[in-house]
């Protein structure tokens, strides 16, 4: 006799288990599945040859099971060029089965006598015979009805409650003869229950179901991988364990070669310790397992919980009801005492709390002291904090949901006063459009009122709420410039800055504990549509902008709008001062906004091309939310964004109407002495709008600028004409402004970090520093000679060092950044 045991599935509802590995190598007891039903194919029918037919990540299960020997059976694989259904796949194999054969599913757990259901099989001089079993809840598999004798009447696959006329269902094992092969079509899709057992009824041939009795299982999904070892501590299933068996007073220990389990450990239950892991004193074990290479420090208390292989575990860490994956750190003191799964290669930091049953996907990092109420599906990590720097960012119908979006609003909503102004805006991509009419609904229901500006760049907003007393805060719904997958929600106090990391935390506290506030049907806010943002916008540019300079010069620029909301402002501005222009991309197109990197490209090369050919004066970029702004000079070459800041001091610097303060971030280059600029270098974050007023200009080296003669806020629509204006005033090309910069070198890096060893970097920056010139303004910077330098400042979200190096040409620059790469990989590893 042979057998066929089918591995192919994707395991689609058992994600995320199965993410990385396929779902017969789920494990049970240590090993996979698919092991415990070869050796039991192989003692219960002495089966010696098996066909395995793969599909989903075949190499995983050939690299395990190999050619069979070492689990005293013959394998031979069957990998089909395409999905042929359950039972073509069979059919795939046919040469292979010169012989009565039986076929069991790679990811089934059971402990029925195979030899029974083959006794009956020849018994009845059956062709083809299923294994037949009572369930509880038959809904998702096929049922059967069989008369006394077993002879099979019918057939319904996952019925619904009202058309289940059977507890009786087919479990999937099938012994049959080779003449049946006959009957399956050759390289097409073909099923055994919706195809396969149709056509043989039809022909006359009868198909027996033997009524087995035992322990049969489907894994079809995470709550029933979870439940096999429920059944296995309770005794409902016996199966082979591994392991040195040592009686306990309250359980029993199985422990493999290299493990060990300090004598201060407390075992209760079944536990069993795989290959070389090993367990700290004082730890408290009930029913749990734990995989090759596994270790727990301290106190660490395991309640009816699964580790898989190469998991590291901190002291004081409390799990009940877990399914941790391969490879996941989990540091001290984390605990989910209501349940968890945690998928392979996540890192967990320490005082993390799960909340509920929730499911963290592979390779997500959750940061200290974070609570976990949802699923962490998508994306990098989920943060402490679901606010970045005042804006909340996700994917549509993901991480950003219409519910979450409600809730987020009824947070916020239940800061404010009831009666409050708050303005509500978006770009036109539908996932803005969504998930703003959600958000608007949650502020209503907490009685605060939306000033509508519908369809606007963000920074029309803004200055429309810097310039409005009656509004106290603003929302902006965006497609992200950063990740054409997510959507972002910007939030603004009334002045037009992102709101600060105290007032974040106080809307996250509302969010988490759903304290919102509720007011009555009388109080229900309500929606006032603004229909003049725009125009206000574009009146107050006009009043500051030299129209005449304009008019005095016959200036040419192509200008690429990006496919952004600006399509409707600056046209309008360009014909007010007469200047002569191409615009590009002024016009919706949601699909071109989800692909940004390649709309910025082809804008580059597009835009340089025609500058160069008409012999325009330059070429201008405007990001779709007027956010940032970018130069093609006269020469049709990309200016850099440093470049660009440079050259703008430099305009300034030229003018002479005065000194002129300037506010630049740390890392900001500072070789260039000039004579009319009062330059600041200082971290902007948290400074206030009085503050601010000091100071002409703001900028920083990534493209945005803000002249505060017009707004505080970072604006490239604005930044971009006063540009032009001081290019005119000057007197000047651009391609001469950026020929006048002194050449040198400014670069940026990013080193990878985890956030557990970014304060020691702090740490190790500083101490190196000692003894040379430095500055800990915004992060650690330290002069290598007197115009070179490096600045680390750790970034705030996500993994890594933000690295800023100023020399004098490349080799320096590259021998600079080499020796502290070479620095930070000693410290981390240290």
């Known amino acids: 006799m042979k057998a066929i045991v089918l591995a192919g599935g994707f395991g689609t509802r058992i994600q995320p288990l199965t993410s990385t590995i396929p779902k017969p190598m789920l494990p049970i007891l240590n090993a996979p599945m698919m092991e415990h039903i070869i050796i039991k194919l192989r003692d219960d029918l002495r089966v010696k040859d098996i066909a395995v037919l793969l599909y989903f990540m075949p190499e995983v299960i050939k690299e395990y099971f190999k050619d069979g020997k070492d689990f005293g059976v013959n394998i031979t694989y069957f990998l089909p060029d395409n999905d042929y259904g359950t039972a ?4 795939f194999a046919r040469d292979f089965l010169d012989e009565t054969f039986i076929i069991v599913s790679g990811d089934l757990v059971t402990d029925f006598k195979f030899n029974e259901i083959y006794k009956f099989h020849k018994q009845k001089k059956s062709k083809l015979t299923i294994a037949l079993t009572p369930v509880e809840n038959p809904l998702q598999f096929g049922v059967v009805i069989a008369n006394k004798q077993g002879k099979i009447e019918k057939f319904l696959e ?150 898989w292989q190469g998991c590291s575990v901190g002291s004081k860490t409390n799990i009940h009801n877990g399914i941790i994956c391969n490879d996941v750190k989990i540091y001290k003191r984390v605990k989910a005492k209501h349940g968890v799964i945690i998928a392979q290669n996540c890192t967990i930091y320490k005082n993390v709390s799960f909340k509920k049953d929730v499911m963290v996907w592979p390779n997500k990092i959750i940061e200290e002291h974070s609570v976990i109420s949802s699923n962490v599906i998508w ?79 963000s920074v029309v907003m803004r200055y429309n709420l810097s310039t409005q007393d009656d509004i106290i805060a603003g929302v902006h719904f965006r497609q992200s410039a950063k990740d054409q997958e997510e959507t972002e929600i910007l939030f603004y106090t009334d002045e037009g800055f992102f709101i600060d990391t105290n007032l974040s935390k106080n809307i996250e506290r509302i969010f988490f504990r759903e304290n919102f506030r509720r007011v009555r049907s009388s109080q229900i806010g309500e929606i006032d549509e603004d229909s003049e943002t725009n125009a206000r916008y574009i009146d107050a540019i006009r009043e500051k902008i030299d129209a005449n300079l304009f008019k005095s010069r016959d200036i040419k620029i192509v200008t690429n709008l990006m496919f952004g909301s600006t399509s409707k402002i600056y046209p309008n501005i360009l014909n007010t001062l007469d200047i002569e222009f191409i615009l590009l991309n002024a016009y919706k197109d949601d699909k071109q906004l989800q692909k940004l990197p390649s709309v910025i490209k082809r804008a580059h090369y597009e835009v340089g091309k025609i ?11 405007i990001y779709p939310n007027g956010h940032k702004l970018q130069f093609i000079s006269d020469e049709g070459a990309l200016v850099k964004d440093y470049i660009a800041l440079l050259v703008l001091l430099n305009l300034l610097d030229s003018s002479n109407t005065g000194i002129k303060k300037v506010f630049l971030p740390a890392w900001a280059p500072d070789f260039i002495t000039y004579k009319y600029l009062d330059i600041t270098r200082d971290k902007v974050c948290g400074l206030k709008a009085k503050e601010l007023k000091e100071y002409d200009l703001i900028a920083n080296t990534d493209g945005y600028f803000a002249f505060s003669e017009f707004s505080l806020n970072t604006d490239a629509v604005y930044s971009s004409f006063k540009f032009l204006e001081l290019l005119i005033q000057n007197k000047t090309t651009l391609s001469a402004a950026v020929d006048a910069i002194p050449k040198f070198v400014y670069r940026g890096e990013n080193i990878p970090c985890q956030s557990a060893f970014k304060g020691k970097m702090m740490r190790k920056f500083l101490e190196d520093s000692k003894g040379k010139k430095s500055s800990q303004t915004d992060g650690v910077k330290t002069w290598v000679s007197k115009n070179e330098w490096i600045l680390m400042v750790p970034n705030e979200h996500q993994q890594f060092l933000n690295i800023y190096i100023q020399a004098k040409d490349d080799k320096n620059a590259e021998k600079i950044f080499n020796e502290y790469k070479r620095k930070i990989d000693l410290w981390i590893n240290e």
Not at 88 to 91: D, E, I, M, N, R
Not at 185 to 194: C, V
Not at 405 to 412: G, N, R
Not at 614 to 619: A, S
């Open 158 to 307: 996952k019925p619904s409650w009202g058309e289940v006329f059977s507890d009786t269902i087919n479990t999937g094992i099938y012994i049959l003869e080779p003449e049946i092969l006959d009957f399956i079509p050759k390289e097409e899709n073909y099923d055994f229950a919706k195809d396969l057992f149709i056509r043989l009824m039809s022909s006359n041939i009868t198909i027996w179901g033997c009524h087995i009795e035992g322990y049969w299982r489907d894994v079809g999904n995470p709550q029933s991988y979870r439940e096999v070892y429920q059944d296995i501590f309770e005794g409902k299933i016996v199966l082979p364990i591994k392991g040195e068996k040592t009686i306990y007073p309250k359980g029993v220990l199985y422990l493999e070669k290299g493990a060990s389990v300090d004598k201060s450990v407390q075992i209760k239950g079944v536990v069993v310790v795989g290959k070389n892991s090993k367990i700290g004193e004082l730890s408290e074990l009930n029913n749990s397992v734990l995989g090759e290479n596994c270790t727990l420090d301290e106190e660490v208390k395991l309640n009816n919980t699964i580790f």
């Open 379 to 457: 994306g990098d990590k989920y943060k402490s904090s679901i606010f970045e720097s005042g804006s909340v960012a996700g994917r549509a119908n993901i991480e950003l949901s219409c519910d979450l979006c409600i809730k987020l609003a009824e947070a916020l909503g239940s800061i404010l006063p009831v009666g409050s102004r708050v303005y509500i805006s978006r770009d036109y991509h539908k996932s803005s459009i969504m998930l703003k009419r959600a958000f608007l609904s949650g502020l209503l229901s907490t009685g605060v009122n939306v000033v509508d500006a519908s369809t606007v760049p």
């Open 88 to 91: 073509g796949a069979v059919g």
């Open 611 to 621: 500058v160069k050919s008409l012999g325009f004066d330059c070429g201008i970029l």
